[in-house]
């Protein structure tokens, strides 16, 4: 099962306790980046592009529980950079299992054969390793020959010790259908990992290939189009990602994104508004629920969000939906995803606002900030 029930069961409770509480704003997953740093450069990336200084930060096991805490979300993904070449990355994750939160440990997979030996498996701990596609498109992707191969061979290890292992798969413009269904295969039936998760890239402001990110009518009929194959084909495929979601994937829903759903904590703070777009930090998860303009962000409602389509923020959406019209979900989930006929409507862009270039003075406020807590505490000393 791509998402293990115990943690369909966990999630759901949660989201119902909140619902009832009347909590209108509540996190599903914090997405914990204990460092930005990576042994990879990928074209698409919008997060390894700083200066040595910020690589070589990292939260302390401490900040990472403390994050976990603070936030109360069931589920925590790890993504990065790298977190495998976080030296503690094994104490952060066990710590995280021992609150009996689910963890998605994100990885390219080119440390995961040299350091399984420091984790035990456990239904709480899932390893998402980034697959861009089969051979020549991954390698393409990470613009590093070799990968694929490697982290393959990292699947099966860790698969073959017992533990959960997911895909984690971003389409950029240059995938066909035909080659996405056909790594969604090999995912399934060769390497028989839990699930695969699917997302449209996001065009980070820092990434430096900027052109090969998918619209959004794009993105819907790319899927339409995979899962138009999938059913030819007789595949079936195993989402970690809800049905509703994929179902918005297709078009087939008008969802707005839930932003604080992913709340991000990364080693500048809690970033404003979401895990895609860094234009503010707070210093706790309170201040960045209570002093994040909300409705200032989102598609419609800013320039920069008017292609996102992207998991972290929409995903929260689908699951949201899902427990407040279980039948709609299990309907879609029966009778699978509509590929012909109109798209659900589009959210109009007429009055979004101008994307705001705040990036650059942002960093380095912050670097200015550190760099003065820094000799405030070797002044203390
Ligand atoms: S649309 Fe939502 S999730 Fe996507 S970048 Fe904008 S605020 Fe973030």
Request: charged residues 25%; hydrophobic residues 40%; contains cysteine.
């Amino acid at each position: 099962m791509a998402v293990p029930l115990i943690q369909q069961i966990r999630v759901g409770a949660y989201i119902l306790g909140k619902k009832l509480k009347g909590e209108a704003r509540y996190p599903l997953v914090l997405m914990l980046e204990p460092l930005f740093r990576c042994n990879l450069a990928c074209p698409g990336c919008g997060k390894i592009d700083y200066e040595d200084d910020i690589l070589n930060r990292r939260l302390s096991v401490d900040e990472c529980l403390q994050a976990v805490d603070e936030c109360g979300a069931p589920v925590v993904s790890i993504p990065g950079g790298e977190p495998l070449l976080h030296r503690e990355i094994d104490q952060i994750v066990a710590g995280i299992v021992a609150r009996k939160k689910f963890v998605y440990l994100c990885t390219n997979g080119l440390l995961l054969e040299k350091k399984l030996d420091l984790f035990k498996p456990s239904p709480y701990l899932t390893f998402s390793v980034h697959l861009d596609g089969l051979e020549a498109e991954h390698d393409r992707a990470v613009d590093q020959p070799g990968t694929f191969k490697r982290a393959i061979a990292a699947i099966r290890l860790a698969k073959s010790k017992g533990f959960r292992v997911n895909v984690n798969c971003t389409l950029f413009d240059h995938v066909t259908a035909e080659q996405a269904a056909d790594f969604f295969d090999f995912a399934i039936n060769d390497i028989d990992v839990e699930g695969i998760t699917i997302s449209p890239g996001f065009a980070y402001e820092r990434a430096p290939d900027q052109e090969h990110f998918l619209g959004r009518t794009r993105t819907k009929n790319l899927f339409r189009e995979i899962f138009r194959i999938g059913k030819k084909r007789g595949s079936r495929w195993r989402f970690s990602q809800s049905t509703l979601f994929m179902d918005f994937l297709a078009g087939n829903q008008s969802y707005r994104c839930t932003p604080w759903g992913n709340p991000t904590r990364n080693v500048f703070g809690w970033q404003k508004p979401c895990y895609l777009l860094g234009e503010g930090y707070a210093r706790s998860f309170r201040e960045l629920m209570d002093t994040t303009d909300w409705d200032s962000y989102g598609t419609g409602n800013y320039e920069k969000c008017a292609d996102c389509m992207v998991h972290c923020g929409y995903e929260p959406t689908a699951v949201t939906d899902t427990v407040s019209h279980p039948l709609k979900a299990l309907a879609v989930f029966l009778r699978g995803f509509r590929t012909e006929g109109p798209l659900a409507p589009e959210i109009p862009l007429d009055k979004q606002r101008p994307a705001e270039f705040v990036f650059e003075s942002l960093v380095e406020r912050l670097k200015r900030e550190a760099k003065a807590g820094a000799e405030t505490q070797s002044d203390a000393a």
